[in-house]
């Protein structure tokens, strides 16, 4: 009899060959690159740096593709992106101290927003590990501890010997859900070192899966046969997983209305009669959802962006599918479900058979979004709704596109129709600036056949201006958007509105076009009403381009401070 266990994979003969008689001139960095390529991947992004230089010299005899940005923390959002894109753990390749610990808050984003990095660090040599102070270059006492509390795992890798089984590890840990990023540290001599092991020929590091518990599929589905107000919010989870076509099935069945959150951008068709779109900063949208005797919460937290910061209180029974443990039931008590949004919403679509007619159900959704329609129209922020009018028209419907921490991507929270699944990516998760850019150029990486767009404010593209070089010698089809107002536009709004004037907030700032130009990437300097055919024609062209909106733009007023 043969169990599953008894199994061995038994190498072919070629494998057999490259192990007894491996080519000279290998090191630790070999090692490396050759385990990447045998979990399948294609592209590594990143900068070199003094204890990295053994994997980049390895990377010359490797067929990986190597994207080198100008700073690291915008090499951790091109891998972020391309991490979103690709579905795919993306390679980031770092150097020690500094060049490590600049890459944190591209780390922390990609956390945040549960995309697979696998960060491959360089370290000082084995023998100054532990803590002492010994004087090396870019030393840190502990540096996988700067990483701890942001990454799903850390490997410090001490031998040679090592190397495959800890990059296998945490190949799969990004990539089993919730995705994420890890770390994995290799101290300079262990890369440098000449190897004697045999070439890596194997590498497969399935994610793990992560069904939900029958037993309170069982009780949701109950829940959900039996409420007469069912309504749905969708989050980001839901997009990772690949399930918003089983969203539409389980919301048509229920007719359940459903609202996206601005991490589910697109997990739910903007049309459709129960969608109601992704107006969760809006009381008209929160109490409509408060008011539901059931609500169906799918990969999301209902965290800050996604409750109306913390005022939405549901009144009814909860019902959460998550993938993140520490997400599950953290804001609100429910019937929390630790699950992949897809295997969960595939087990309710088995359990739920029978179709629960509410012809109402569209009636209520119309109403509920006239309702927010009046309340924006009245504020008179025509030129902010013509702007974003004007960049949907323009970016292609299967075009992806990177958002920064700016006002305008706040709109596009609310106000943009993603169209598709997956195509919508913004800086909401941890919410630190220079996103945008970075992010776009990973994305173009993972995907040459549609171009990709990237919007900034003046002073979020100032994060990532050296970028434009890495746009240019690898000539990426990014148009990048970037909105110029004079300074920190959202700030300048909170600081106004809560103590009447503003500091900090203003930037003198370059003359875009020509700091594009001499870049050699073009720029056209625009206004809002040829922003449409400006943009359509960048987005047209092949390789980088620069789009600059001089405009002041305002956000539409909060309600959950109590304004109507």
Known sequence: MTHDHDLVLRPTAAQTEAALNPPPGRNGGDLVVETLAGLGATTVFGLPGQHALGVFDALRRSDLRYIGLRVENNAGFAADAYGRITGEAAPLFLSTGPGALTSLAALQEAAAASAPVLAICGQIPTAGLGGGRHGHLHELPDQAASFRGVVKCVHTVRTQSQIPSAIAAAWQSALTAPHGPVWVEIPQDVLLAETSLPVVTGGDAFPEELPPRPELTAVAADLLSRAERPAIIAGGGVVRADASGKLRQLAERLSAPVVTTPGGKGAFPWTHPLSLRSWLEDRHTTDFLEDADVLLVVGSGLGELSSNYHTFKPRGRMIQIEADLGKLESNHPALGIHADARLALQALLETIEKPREDVSAPVRVREVLDRVRERIDAQELTLEQDVLASIRSALPPRAPSFWDMTILAYWAWSAFDARHPNTMHSAQG???????????????????????????????????????????????????????????????????????????????????????????????????????????????????????????????????????
């Open 430 to 564: 941890a919410g630190g600036l220079g996103y945008a850019f970075p992010a776009a150029l990973g994305a173009a990486v993972a995907d040459p056949t549609q171009p990709v767009l990237a919007v900034s404010g003046d002073g979020g593209a100032l994060y990532s201006i050296a970028e434009l070089a890495t746009a240019r010698q690898h000539d990426l089809n990014v148009t990048w958007l970037i909105v110029d107002d004079g300074g920190y536009g959202i700030l300048r709004e909170y600081m106004t509105d809560a103590f009447g004037e503003t500091t900090g907030t203003e930037l003198t700032r370059p003359d875009f076009v020509a700091l594009a130009e001499s870049f050699g990437v073009p720029g056209v300097r625009t206004a809002p009403q040829s922003l449409e055919r400006d943009l359509a024609e960048a987005l047209a062209a092949p390789g980088p381009r620069v789009v600059v909106l001089p405009a002041v733009l305002r956000m539409f007023a909060p309600t959950h401070l109590g304004s109507d």
